[in-house]
Antibody
Framework: VQLVESGGGLVKPGGSLRLSCAAS????????MNWVRQAPGKGLEWVSS????????HYAESVKGRFTTSRDNAMNSLYLQMNTLSAEDTAFYYC????????????????WGQGTLVTVAS | SFELTQPPSVSVSPGQTASIMCSGD??????ASWYQQKPGQSPILVIY???KRPSGIPERFSGSLSGNTATLTISGTQSVDEADYYC?????????FGTGTKVTVL
């Protein structure tokens, strides 16, 4: 199993960025996927989840209405479109695999990518 | 909103036992997972469903749940166990991470 994030970088406040997560080594569509972020020196914050088939998508309140999660199971890829970015969105963004196809009480994240850094600054 | 609270830091001598607690309202009705994160690395899962250990995780890592408090215990702590530890639970179609605990092996 391998998860590789890309697309991070420096963006101005109010700008947009699209992150990608390339998955390999497992049947991508069988698993729910998540985005988790970590501001430098801070704790983990769950951002979003998307079910294996893509029908169920959930967001943290802090990003709802600004971020959009999607996936392309044919391309084994997960995406995070981030709009109206602010300094508070500066963080490492990780994609993480859930052991189930939809998030539930028994869910946990068994594989994580290496993360991609998003810096929002003027 | 659902929150999980952990102590900011725990110090332990090599070979001794470290206990990290995670408390949250109605956590007893949910399942807790625990993640270890070393500096510059991605988190790894060390405990799930309160007490279960993924393959490859040393037996010195164990978990328990009592009331609304989950506990991660590291028995015979080694220097390689020095890291940040986070609890996690699922609630209302979202995931919540604890505030994190830095374990220092003195």
């Amino acid at each position: 199993v391998q998860l590789v994030e890309s697309g991070g970088g420096l963006v101005k406040p109010g700008g947009s960025l699209r992150l990608s997560c390339a998955a390999s080594g497992f049947i991508f569509g069988d698993y729910s996927m998540n985005w988790v972020r970590q501001a430098p020196g801070k704790g983990l914050e769950w951002v979003s989840s998307i079910s294996g088939g893509g029908a169920y998508i959930h967001y943290a309140e802090s990003v709802k209405g600004r971020f959009t999660t999607s996936r392309d199971n044919a391309m084994n890829s997960l995406y995070l479109q981030m709009n109206t970015l602010s300094a508070e969105d500066t963080a490492f963004y990780y994609c993480a695999r859930d052991v189930y196809s939809t998030g539930e009480a028994l869910s946990r994240f068994d594989y994580w990518g290496q993360g991609t850094l998003v810096t929002v600054a003027s | 909103s659902f929150e999980l609270t952990q102590p900011p830091s725990v110090s332990v001598s090599p070979g001794q036992t470290a206990s990290i607690m995670c408390s949250g309202d109605k956590l007893g009705n949910k399942y807790a997972s625990w993640y270890q994160q070393k500096p510059g690395q991605s988190p790894i899962l060390v405990i799930y469903q309160d007490t279960k250990r993924p393959s490859g995780i040393p037996e010195r890592f164990s978990g328990s749940l009592s009331g609304n408090t989950a506990t991660l215990t590291i028995s015979g702590t080694q220097s390689v166990d020095e890291a940040d530890y986070y609890c996690q639970a699922w609630a209302s179609n979202s995931f919540v991470f604890g505030t994190g605990t830095k374990v220092t092996v003195l």
